[in-house]
């Protein structure tokens, strides 16, 4: 059961570079997320999803854009990437908004 | 923001000891849940608080949530290494969940 999939596992970035984390989801869930970790800061949402063609920011959405153009996929966008985006970014789904929360693996992002 | 704070942020106790650990907010919320985060995975939900009073168990896992729905705890009894990692709990609000800041148990053998 594959489940809730993100790719790259790492990346290093140089500052001003950009890229796109991609996430996809088997289970046919309407509800997508992104969130990043950082130590000692817990989850903080940065964009969310209630469906295809539905999206809208989170707590820190400053510096990413998202796009859901099918209910499996929902890519993550950096623009012009600043050390400040060093962290863990993981990608979620829900069946419903209430309902558990199936995460993915984490990408680790290293901007220098 | 609704915030939930989480306490102790770390906790290292030997194999076999006994913990709680807290989730607190000012809010009151139509449930809670709480999830573990293994280093290098993703968190995955252990439970759903949902009734003021509430008491679920899972093995030696004990959650509570409060009278006001406004605090939750989880109780391990005899903790072992295999309970090692990130605790959470999240409450849903706006089609968004938010997460406390964890607490960080380590169980050493």
């Known amino acids: 059961n594959a489940g809730v999939t993100q790719t790259p596992k790492f990346r290093i970035l140089k500052i001003g570079q950009s890229m796109t984390l991609q996430c996809t989801q088997d289970?046919?869930?309407?509800?997508m997320y992104w969130y990043r970790q950082d130590p000692g800061m817990g989850l903080k949402l940065i964009y969310y999803?209630?469906?295809?063609?539905?999206?809208d920011k989170g707590e820190v959405p400053n510096g990413y854009n998202v796009s859901r153009s099918t209910t499996e996929d929902f890519p993550l966008r950096l623009e012009l990437a600043a050390p400040s985006q060093t962290s863990v970014y993981f990608c979620?789904?829900?069946?419903?908004?209430?309902?558990?929360?199936?995460f993915g693996e984490g990408s680790r992002l290293t901007v220098l | 923001t609704q915030l939930l704070e989480q306490s102790p942020q770390f906790l290292s106790i030997q194999e076999g000891e006994n913990l709680t650990v807290y989730c607190n907010s000012s809010?009151?919320?139509?449930?809670l849940q709480w999830y573990r985060q293994e280093p290098g995975e993703g968190p995955v939900l252990l439970v759903t608080?949902?009734?003021?009073?509430e008491v679920k168990k899972l093995k030696r896992l004990t959650f509570q949530f409060g009278d006001a729905r406004k605090d939750s705890s989880l109780h391990i009894t005899a903790a072992q290494p295999g309970d090692t990692g990130l605790y959470l709990c999240?409450?849903?609000?706006?089609?968004?969940?938010?997460f406390g800041t964890g607490t960080s148990l380590t169980v050493i053998p």
């Open positions: 979620a789904s829900s069946y419903q908004g209430r309902t558990e929360l199936f």
């Open positions: 289970m046919n869930h309407n509800y």
């Open positions: 999803s209630v469906g295809a063609g539905i999206t």
């Open positions: 809010s009151v919320f139509s449930s």
């Open positions: 608080v949902v009734t003021g009073g």
């Open positions: 999240a409450h849903f609000t706006g089609n968004q969940f938010y």
